[in-house]
T-cell receptor, first 115, second 112 residues
Framework: ETGVTQSPTHLIKTRGQQVTLRCSSQ?????VSWYQQALGQGPQFIFQ???????GRGNFPPRFSGLQFPNYSSELNVNALELDDSALYLC??????????????FGPGTRLTVT | SQQGEEDPQALSIQEGENATMNCSYK?????LQWYRQNSGRGLVHLIL?????REKHSGRLRVTLDTSKKSSSLLITASRAADTASYFC????????????FGAGTRLFVKA
C-alpha cells in the first residue's frame, strides 16, 4: 500500500457529462500527477501539480482540468465526456521540486466507463 | 505519443531464469524510472536512475542507462512466479514544463 487513495473506484458516465475524480496524496508529498491508462497501454501523462500550481501538462485538451488543494490532495475534472475517455485514471504523489518530481507513488486508480 | 518503447512486448520464462527488458526513448531526460503493474492496478515504483548514472541495483533488480543510445535495460535475476506483471519504463524531463512519459510496457509471465 502506498498511502495514496483515489475515489471513486469505479464510475459510469454518459457521453457529454462531466466527472470529478479525487486523490489524496501520501503524507509529506507536495506533488501530484494524473495519468490516463487505456486497456493494454502505458499510462499517459495528463498533468502535474506542485504546491497548487500546474507545472507540466501532457497532450490532453483543455476539457481535462485539475486542482491541487493546500493539503496537497487533488481533483481531476473532465468535461464533455467522450467515449474515448473510458480508461483507468491514476494519480501519483511524490516529494518534488519546481523542476519536477522523483519517485512517484500511485493510487489504485479510478475505472471510468463512458457510454 | 509515447516516448518510451519497451521490448519485448511480452516475455515468458521459467521460474529461476533471468528476465531482461529494454526501453528506448527519444529526447534528453532528467531521470528514468521502472515501474511494475499487476493486473491493471496501481503502479509500483521499482527503481530510479538519474541521467548521470550508468547502473543501479536494488535486490534482484539491475538497471542500466546508456544516454548516448537513449536506452535502458531492466534485469530481474532468479525470477519468481510473483514477478509476473507488466513492467514500464518512464522518463522524466523538464523542458517547457515537466512531463513523465511511459512506454507501452513489457508483459512478463513467469511459469512456476
Amino acid at each position: 500500500e502506498t498511502g495514496v487513495t483515489q475515489s471513486p473506484t469505479h464510475l459510469i458516465k454518459t457521453r457529454g457529462q462531466q466527472v470529478t475524480l479525487r486523490c489524496s496524496s501520501q503524507s509529506g508529498h507536495n506533488t501530484v500527477s494524473w495519468y490516463q491508462q487505456a486497456l493494454g497501454q502505458g499510462p499517459q501523462f495528463i498533468f502535474q501539480y506542485y504546491r497548487e500550481e500546474e507545472n507540466g501538462r501532457g497532450n490532453f485538451p483543455p476539457r481535462f482540468s485539475g486542482l491541487q488543494f493546500p493539503n496537497y490532495s487533488s481533483e481531476l475534472n473532465v468535461n464533455a465526456l467522450e467515449l474515448d475517455d473510458s480508461a483507468l485514471y491514476l494519480c501519483a504523489s511524490s516529494l518534488g521540486t519546481s523542476g519536477g518530481s522523483y519517485e512517484q507513488y500511485f493510487g489504485p486508480g479510478t475505472r471510468l466507463t463512458v457510454t | 505519443s509515447q516516448q518510451g518503447e519497451e521490448d519485448p512486448q511480452a516475455l515468458s520464462i521459467q521460474e529461476g531464469e533471468n528476465a531482461t527488458m529494454n526501453c528506448s526513448y527519444k529526447t534528453s531526460i532528467n531521470n528514468l524510472q521502472w515501474y511494475r503493474q499487476n493486473s491493471g492496478r496501481g503502479l509500483v515504483h521499482l527503481i530510479l536512475i538519474r541521467s548521470n548514472e550508468r547502473e543501479k541495483h536494488s535486490g534482484r533488480l539491475r538497471v542500466t542507462l546508456d544516454t548516448s543510445k537513449k536506452s535502458s535495460s531492466l534485469l530481474i535475476t532468479a525470477s519468481r512466479a510473483a514477478d509476473t506483471a507488466s513492467y514500464f519504463c518512464a522518463t522524466d524531463r523538464n523542458t517547457g514544463g515537466f512531463k513523465t512519459i511511459f512506454g507501452a510496457g513489457t508483459r512478463l509471465f513467469v511459469k512456476a
